[in-house]
């Protein structure tokens, strides 16, 4: 009794897995930005109030199962811009790290009147986010990775000093429901695949993966068409759900356990297209990581620190001519990219210039051009150093402010690198979409 009574008091003395939490509600943002960005061009369609599920029916199937959503406040098309663009802003607030627990609670309300919408689009992911993320407001997820204005630190010292020793406890509370959530997840799944024939003969994975839903042409064909893969990949899986606890039990084989959960539900994203599903399962799984997320933070911050280390001065090579500073050329006959680039160059103030690249003083040749017409460039003496996302992270990353250093350092992190450039591409596909956007900011199909 006084030994678990020592463990009770342990784990209401400090929060555990901070960073962890902190992970999995940035990447359970950026799930809800990315079903918000991939349905935009289609919002009306899709979610509207004379879309193909009209408002009336949508109404009528919510008073039968008791659920709500905000859709159903009105049916004005005005109200549905306001509810999806308001969406689409509290995931980006969730994502980078600000709003904190307000923006969280917001993001899950509009999200869950957006799944009731239209609930046919689901895969599955919006079950889980359902549940985890009034979770996550129990915890200190916005304690790391995330943009801190002081807001909620001035608010906290109002608070007495009682109740804000229940901070940790609750922390600790949501992460250990978190945990619990997923191995029933992962246990249920695996005893409810254990009792069916195709899982027991070691087909089952034939099957699924021939699923007009669930086929990649090209590739699922390279699985299920190989005996040896079906039936070992059939068993693993099986295995792997129902034994996954017993490993996040052992504290050794916890993030064995978690990086081998990310690699199966990575592998479901690309066999059968359910990216989603797989990323919320993801993020959950980041829970168990955040010792690993620690350790991958620091070193990648001493090799920032040393790539920009001030080298000694050496004495000048009067035949190398000297380097231009770096330019961020973009497009400038799109209005919606002239004005997220002034936007973000008045808020940020970076301290490398922007400019259309109508406007720079060397040529382009046919390849810079093309890429230009999709992405933005940074360019350095007429060569090419990044481009899309990782474009923006750098020309964020001179910035004077140090949040905005640090979130371009993330968006460095390889776990987020390909993220943030399928988000790029998603909203570069739908620029003539946004706000300020005009004909010409239409994507063009090819360049001659």
């Given at each position: 009794?006084?030994?678990?009574?020592?463990?009770?008091?342990?784990?209401?003395?400090?929060?555990?897995?901070?960073?962890?939490?902190?992970?999995?509600?940035?990447?359970?943002?950026?799930?809800?930005?990315?079903?918000?960005?991939?349905?935009?061009?289609?919002?009306?369609?899709?979610?509207?109030?004379?879309?193909?599920?009209?408002?009336?029916?949508?109404?009528?199937?919510?008073?039968?199962?008791?659920?709500?959503?905000?859709?159903?406040?009105?049916?004005?098309?005005?109200?549905?811009?306001?509810?999806?663009?308001?969406?689409?802003?509290?995931?980006?607030?969730?994502?980078?790290?600000?709003?904190?627990?307000?923006?969280?609670?917001?993001?899950?309300?509009?999200?869950?009147?957006?799944?009731?919408?239209?609930?046919?689009?689901?895969?599955?992911?919006?079950?889980?986010?359902?549940?985890?993320?009034?979770?996550?407001?129990?915890?200190?997820?916005?304690?790391?990775?995330?943009?801190?204005?002081?807001?909620?630190?001035?608010?906290?010292?109002?608070?007495?000093?009682?109740?804000?020793?229940?901070?940790?406890?609750?922390?600790?509370?949501?992460?250990?429901?978190?945990?619990?959530?997923?191995?029933?997840?992962?246990?249920?799944?695996?005893?409810?695949?254990?009792?069916?024939?195709?899982?027991?003969?070691?087909?089952?994975?034939?099957?699924?993966?021939?699923?007009?839903?669930?086929?990649?042409?090209?590739?699922?064909?390279?699985?299920?068409?190989?005996?040896?893969?079906?039936?070992?990949g059939t068993y693993i899986t099986t295995l792997f759900l129902v034994y996954f606890p017993l490993g996040i039990l052992v504290p050794r084989l916890r993030p064995w356990a978690a990086v081998a959960s990310i690699g199966f539900h990575l592998s479901i994203a690309l066999l059968m297209g359910l990216t989603g599903f797989a990323l919320t399962m993801v993020a959950c799984d980041l829970i168990f990581l955040s010792r690993p997320l620690e350790e991958a933070l620091r070193r990648t911050s001493t090799l920032v620190k040393r790539a920009n280390r001030t080298p000694r001065p050496n004495p000048p090579r009067p035949e190398a001519p000297p380097a231009a500073p770096p330019v961020l050329a973009f497009d400038g006959d799109c209005g919606f990219c002239q004005t997220a680039v002034d936007r973000i160059t008045a808020t940020v103030r970076p301290q490398i210039q922007a400019m259309a690249w109508q406007s720079l003083p060397h040529d382009l040749t046919a390849p810079h051009l093309a890429r230009l017409d999709h992405e933005v460039l940074l360019f350095q003496n007429g060569r090419v150093l990044a481009g899309g996302a990782q474009a923006l992270a750098v020309y964020v990353g001179h910035s004077p402010r140090r949040r905005y250093r640090l979130a371009a350092t993330a968006l460095g992190l390889p776990a987020i690198r390909g993220s943030a450039q399928l988000a790029y591409r998603a909203i570069s596909r739908n620029r003539r979409h946004m706000p300020g956007s005009s004909g010409a900011c239409a994507v063009p199909a090819s360049r001659p």
């Open positions: 009794m006084k030994n678990l009574l020592r463990i009770l008091d342990r784990a209401g003395g400090r929060p555990l897995g901070v960073l962890g939490v902190s992970a999995t509600r940035l990447l359970l943002g950026f799930v809800g930005f990315m079903y918000y960005a991939s349905q935009y061009g289609d919002r009306a369609y899709l979610f509207g109030p004379q879309g193909v599920l009209p408002w009336t029916e949508f109404v009528g199937t919510l008073h039968e199962s008791g659920a709500f959503s905000l859709y159903e406040l009105s049916h004005s098309r005005l109200w549905f811009e306001l509810l999806f663009h308001a969406g689409i802003l509290a995931a980006i607030a969730v994502t980078i790290g600000v709003g904190g627990r307000v923006g969280l609670a917001v993001h899950w309300t509009l999200l869950w009147s957006l799944y009731q919408r239209q609930p046919v689009l689901l895969d599955g992911g919006d079950n889980l986010a359902y549940l985890v993320i009034p979770m996550l407001l129990l915890t200190r997820c916005y304690s790391r990775l995330s943009m801190p204005s002081g807001l909620a630190r001035r608010l906290s010292k109002r608070v007495p000093g009682a109740v804000r020793a229940l901070s940790t406890p609750l922390h600790n509370l949501g992460l250990l429901a978190i945990a619990t959530q997923l191995c029933l997840v992962y246990v249920v799944s695996g005893l409810y695949k254990v009792q069916g024939q195709m899982w027991q003969d070691g087909t089952a994975l034939f099957y699924v993966l021939r699923v007009a839903e669930f086929n990649l042409p090209g590739v699922s064909s390279l699985v299920y068409e190989n005996d040896v893969l079906v039936v070992v």
